[in-house]
Structure formats: structure tokens, C-alpha cells
């Protein structure tokens, strides 16, 4: 069964309660959501008896200073955790993609080296985009609709895929995940200039009066051509 952990309740300026921070427990995993504004998040996690080795994903939720700079301190100890062969497998923080620079810069600034350096090592500032689906080892049994977008998944070898999917649908059964859609693609398969081209096509018919039929088609092919030119920014 899974359990809620309420670290704490408080706004930006409380002096009496920490600030504002949860996670759930799924049997002995922790997802965390946030860590408040200061090192006191150590204190708390020691007293309620949480061990850091259990916290594998955070999420946190905007920029502000009793949100963000307790995942500094969160960052500081799991690395050093990691350096000490305390620490199994890696961290994976989640957040809005403006946001991954800003904790980067502020690990950089405040942090020794060898700590700083485990991200992108073992300690990984994963970007998501608003209405996305992630599903983590254990989700339970579900079934959603997808639409056309970006794909990211971890191999059984620790690699990270990216690919272009199309219309369809997620299947999480039993602990395994099945991806049914007309169409994946990934970078290297993905044609640049046909898929500018189409973004611009689609983008020219939609400034056109036209019925909701084909404006729907047409919302449908820019999707799916910025879909396309977004998994091949890197290559």
C-alpha cells in the first residue's frame, strides 16, 4: 500500500513548519515532490526515517527558493552517497525544462566538483513538458491515449532512447510497458528538410480559411512534423 509522507506545510516565509514537501512510498521507494528551502530537509528525512538510498526520483515543481534549494542539498548528499558505494543506481529529478539550467547553475555555484560532476554521471535533470506521461517500475495497471509527441525510454542496458511516436496508445500491464501507434521514428531515421518543410506546409494552411475537418488535419501534420524536428535537435 502506498503512503504519504508530508515533510512539510509551509509557504516561503514560515518560521514554525518547513516548507512545503511530500513524497509517496511505494513499498520501500520514495517519490519525492520537492525539498524545500534549506538543508533542513536532512533533518526531517532523518526523523521520519527515510533513507536517502530509497529516493530515486524528485519532482520538483517551479523555481521558487522554498521549492528549489533543498534539491541542492538533496543533490549534495546522494553524490556523496554514491562516491561512498552507499548509494544504488541513480537519480533522476524531474522537472520544467527552464528549470534544468537553474539547478545546474546552482549546483555548480555552491557545490565541490566531485560532486557537481555525478550530474549527468549517475545524477541526470530530466526536462518534461506540460501534459506529459511517465511510468516508473511498478505503476499500476493502466491504459492512456497518446498523441503525437517525443518518446523516452531507458533500455535494459541503461541506454536512453528518444524517438518520434504517432497517435495511439500505452499499455502498462503487470509491470510492462507496450507502445501500440502507427508510426516511431527515431533521430537518425528522421528526413530534416521533409519535416521543415511539412511543419511550414501545415503552418501556411492553417493561416487559411478552411472547415474544422481539415483544420484538425492540419493541427495534426504540425504536430507531428514538430514532433519530428524536435527528437533531431541533437544530431
Same mark, same amino acid.
Given at each position: 500500500?502506498?503512503?504519504?509522507?508530508?515533510?512539510?506545510?509551509?509557504?516561503?516565509q514560515?518560521?514554525?513548519?518547513?516548507?512545503?514537501?511530500?513524497?509517496?512510498?511505494?513499498?520501500?521507494?520514495?517519490?519525492?515532490?520537492?525539498?524545500?528551502?534549506?538543508?533542513?530537509?536532512?533533518?526531517i528525512?532523518e526523523e521520519?526515517?527515510?533513507?536517502?538510498?530509497?529516493?530515486?526520483?524528485?519532482?520538483?515543481?517551479?523555481?521558487?527558493?522554498?521549492?528549489?534549494?533543498?534539491?541542492?542539498?538533496? /543533490?549534495?548528499?546522494?553524490? +556523496?552517497?554514491?562516491? &561512498?558505494?552507499?548509494?544504488?543506481? *541513480? @537519480?533522476?529529478?524531474?522537472?520544467?525544462?527552464?528549470?534544468t539550467?537553474t539547478?545546474?547553475?546552482?549546483?555548480?555555484?555552491?557545490?565541490q566538483?566531485?560532486?557537481?560532476?555525478?550530474?549527468?554521471?549517475?545524477?541526470?535533470?530530466?526536462?518534461?513538458e506540460?501534459g506529459?506521461?511517465?511510468?516508473?517500475?511498478?505503476h499500476?495497471?493502466?491504459?492512456?491515449?497518446?498523441?503525437?509527441g517525443?518518446?523516452?525510454?531507458?533500455?535494459?542496458?541503461?541506454?536512453?532512447?528518444?524517438?518520434?511516436?504517432?497517435?495511439g496508445?500505452v499499455?502498462?500491464?503487470?509491470?510492462?510497458?507496450?507502445l501500440?501507434?502507427?508510426?516511431?521514428?527515431?533521430?537518425?531515421? /528522421?528526413?530534416?528538410?521533409? +519535416?521543415?518543410?511539412? &511543419?511550414?506546409?501545415?503552418?501556411? *494552411? @492553417?493561416?487559411?480559411?478552411?472547415?474544422?475537418?481539415?483544420?484538425?488535419?492540419?493541427?495534426?501534420?504540425?504536430a507531428?512534423?514538430?514532433?519530428?524536428?524536435?527528437?533531431?535537435?541533437?544530431?
Amino acid at each position: 500500500m502506498e503512503k504519504l509522507y508530508v515533510f512539510g506545510t509551509g509557504n516561503a516565509q514560515a518560521v514554525h513548519c518547513y516548507n512545503t514537501c511530500f513524497a509517496l512510498k511505494d513499498e520501500d521507494e520514495f517519490f519525492m515532490v520537492d525539498a524545500g528551502g534549506g538543508n533542513g530537509i536532512l533533518k526531517i528525512l532523518e526523523e521520519m526515517n527515510v533513507d536517502l538510498s530509497h529516493i530515486h526520483h524528485i519532482f520538483v515543481t517551479h523555481e521558487h527558493t522554498d521549492h528549489i534549494l533543498g534539491i541542492v542539498w538533496m /543533490i549534495r548528499m546522494i553524490a +556523496a552517497a554514491m562516491k &561512498k558505494d552507499a548509494y544504488r543506481g *541513480q @537519480l533522476q529529478i524531474y522537472c520544467h525544462p527552464d528549470l534544468t539550467e537553474t539547478i545546474s547553475t546552482l549546483c555548480r555555484l555552491t557545490l565541490q566538483g566531485k560532486f557537481y560532476n555525478m550530474i549527468g554521471e549517475r545524477i541526470f535533470l530530466v526536462p518534461v513538458e506540460d501534459g506529459e506521461k511517465a511510468f516508473l517500475a511498478h505503476h499500476a495497471n493502466v491504459i492512456v491515449a497518446i498523441v503525437p509527441g517525443e518518446l523516452r525510454y531507458e533500455d535494459a542496458d541503461g541506454n536512453k532512447v528518444v524517438a518520434a511516436v504517432s497517435n495511439g496508445f500505452v499499455e502498462m500491464i503487470n509491470n510492462r510497458a507496450k507502445l501500440f501507434c502507427l508510426s516511431v521514428e527515431r533521430p537518425e531515421e /528522421i528526413d530534416i528538410r521533409r +519535416a521543415q518543410e511539412a &511543419k511550414e506546409r501545415a503552418e501556411e *494552411q @492553417l493561416r487559411q480559411k478552411q472547415s474544422i475537418q481539415e483544420y484538425h488535419m492540419n493541427q495534426l501534420a504540425l504536430a507531428r512534423a514538430m514532433t519530428r524536428l524536435r527528437v533531431t535537435k541533437n544530431l
